[in-house]
């Protein structure tokens, strides 16, 4: 318990437990810490008295709701906590009057169960059902990194600067592609192309956010063509130049949405040159890093001061921008329309309505609009209208293209 004692007073715990009972809204939210036999309070958020003095108790799992749950004893979600013949009868539901219950485990790097994150209310809640725990998962796995149980999810490598979609032509050999790429870090032989964010309420789109093609690689994606020749951060600043070059030629209330990675962004003279685009109508998503990244927070913090919107890159599991959503106070977090599928008969996908009704409640719940990227079909397109989601873009969206005439 030593290691986290002082976890109640970080403002990134303090956000995520309060971020987890807005998004069901519940009264009262726990994270906990299993010690052999033992369930140990770290933290709570209140909107009222209950748990008050939670923090640092430590009680037996066997007389717990999480343990019970733990076990297998127990649901996830329990409604209505007086009416189950289990959890009416722990102590721990007589001593804090616990009415209906939400949980779900947090877990180490070898996926063993290592705490668990709980929303509690006093009254039981009919509106509590199977839905409620997915709610819960993306911040109990966030937590689990906060407090040191579990690394940063992993990520897919944030050099690369967006891509369009990669066109197939004859193979080039070694040389040529050596050759490619270094006049892509020169800045020479990079098309621009601007894909549509749009907003699914109005079908209007809010901001062209910038990709880039190849020339001399039959038109690929830039991202396809750098490889491993280490001047992946020189093509993304090539690229970052070319589409700030366009900044301003968006039609009248739309932004120009361009992506860094936090390398790039400590670069001299990178938050310079963004800042001098910032007050123009700029959206900025910022890639992943270490999980305590005190430079690109303070990065951060001036570019929103000088009007650029800020977004988080969700980057391969929707879970892994959570703690920089906290961290950088984005407005926007993304995540691929991919990680949101579940598979379906005849080798199709479709959108899992569960998931992103919780990533919804979560980003809600940190003042943050959900943007899925990478929406590839019709269906996809009107699954995530029907349930809600803001934006989107992709090709089901709008392709990438030259900037419209304003």
Known sequence: MSAHAGARERPEVRRLLDAARIAVDMDASLVTLHEGLDEVAVATSSRSAMLRGAAGRRTPLADTICGQVVAGRLPRWIPDAGADPLASILPVTRAHDIGSYVGTPLHDDDGHVAGMLCCLS??????????????????????????????????APATAPPVAAPSRGAPLSSFEHHRAVLSLARGEDVDALFEPVVDLATDRPRAFAATFRAPACHGAAVGDVVGAHGLAEDVELACLHRALAHQGRQPPGTALAVAVS????????VLDLLLDHAGSGLWVAVGHGAADDGATYERARRLRAAGAV??????????????????????LVSVCAATLERAKGGGGADVRPELVRALLAVTRSVGARLVVRDVTSPDQLDALRSLGVPLARGSAVGAPATLPAT
């Not at 977004?311 to 961290?327: E, F, K, M, Q, Y």
């Open 122 to 155: 006093r009254a039981p809640d009919d509106r509590i059902g199977p839905d409620a725990p997915a709610v819960l998962e993306s911040l109990a796995s966030a937590l689990s990194v906060a407090l040191g149980l579990a690394r940063r999810p992993a990520t």
């Open 262 to 269: 936090r390398g790039l962004l400590q670069r001299p003279g």
């Open 310 to 331: 800020l977004a988080v890159d969700g980057a391969g599991t929707p879970s892994s921008g959570l703690v920089d959503a906290l961290r950088l106070g984005p407005p």
